[in-house]
């Protein structure tokens, strides 16, 4: 059953996410639409409902919340909706999946962001 208002479309772009305040945890985003976006969960506990940031690609806070968690992924739902636009731009930057030959942990350094207070 399908029940996204948007659809989702594929990417393969750096993303980090924080969730209450703990540490900063580096993705690779999977896919994404204006409502929401997955991601591998890592090595990270993510609680369903539990809310958090995400950094995509160089932008954000999104704020959102866990909505699912499911066989290592994570499914987000943003706060507020992304414009079109800038989900365009998040598709052009689309990087090509290297995963085959790239081992854990090798991201390209991001902005040092902090994390905001949820309230």
């Excluded at 580096?26 to 940031?53: H, N, T, Y």
Aim: aromatic residues 8%; charged residues 20%.
């Amino acid at each position: 059953m399908q029940t996204r208002k948007k659809p989702r479309r594929m990417i393969n772009v750096q993303g980090r996410y924080f969730t209450g305040l703990g540490s900063p945890v580096d993705v690779m985003l999977r896919d994404i639409s204006e409502g929401g976006c997955s991601f591998p969960a890592g090595q990270q506990k993510v609680v369903i409902g539990s809310p958090i940031q995400v950094y995509i690609a160089g932008s954000g806070p999104h704020r959102g919340s866990v909505r699912w968690v499911e066989d290592g992924q994570v499914g987000v739902i943003f706060t507020q909706p992304l414009p079109p636009e800038q989900v365009e731009q998040f598709q052009g930057s689309h990087v090509p999946d290297k995963s085959a030959e790239a081992t854990p942990g090798e991201f390209e350094p991001m902005p040092d962001v902090r994390p905001q207070r949820f309230c």
